[in-house]
């Protein structure tokens, strides 16, 4: 089981179904959800990813302008991308969308009420269910 259906959960839930582990993702939310977030993706992060983001990049950043707090500002050009911009929802509900067509479950959970763990198991308790995962 894995709580939160973001990029961070996506990531760890994608390794885990594409090695062939049973994998259910939980978020509170619906996907496409709003999030605040400019939707810049680093280059770094874009190699980290495990799928091509081309089909939600809006844009493939060569310039960028830096500004100090006295005003100057410094314009950076770059053979190279510098970043890659996307729509935040696009982009977290095209990561849940890769992750499930790698094995992984979404299912959307009520509140969150505790987290109890035994010698092997955890148990997530929500206000409408309990899911329990061996570990
Ligand atoms: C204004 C702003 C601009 C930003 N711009 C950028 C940017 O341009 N580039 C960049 O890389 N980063 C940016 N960030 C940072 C980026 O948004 C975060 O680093 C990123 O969202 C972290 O991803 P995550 O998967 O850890 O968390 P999230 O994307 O927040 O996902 C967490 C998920 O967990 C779910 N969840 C939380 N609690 C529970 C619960 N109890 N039960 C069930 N589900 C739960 C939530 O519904 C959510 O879907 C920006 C942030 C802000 C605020």
């Known amino acids: 089981m894995v709580v939160g259906a973001g990029p961070a959960g996506c990531a760890a839930a994608y390794d885990l179904a594409a090695n062939g582990k049973r994998v259910l993702l939980l978020d509170k939310c619906e996907f496409p959800r709003p999030k605040a977030c400019a939707g810049g993706l680093t280059m770094k992060t874009v190699k980290a990813l ?3 983001v081309e089909p939600v990049t809006r844009e493939v950043v060569r310039r960028i302008v830096l500004e100090n707090d006295g005003g100057s500002a410094t314009l ?3 053979r190279q ?3 890659v911009m996307t729509v935040r929802a696009e982009f977290d509900a095209y990561c849940l969308r890769k992750t499930m067509e790698a094995g992984a479950i979404f299912r959307r959970i009520g509140a969150l009420k505790s987290v109890e763990a035994s010698a ?10 309990s899911l329990r995962a061996r570990f």
Request: hydrophobic share 30%; aromatic share 6%; net charge negative.
């Open 50 to 52: 495990r799928y091509s």
């Open 76 to 78: 950076v050009k770059t």
């Open 81 to 83: 991308p510098i970043c």
């Open 120 to 129: 092997d198991s955890v148990v997530l308790v929500t206000e409408s269910e």
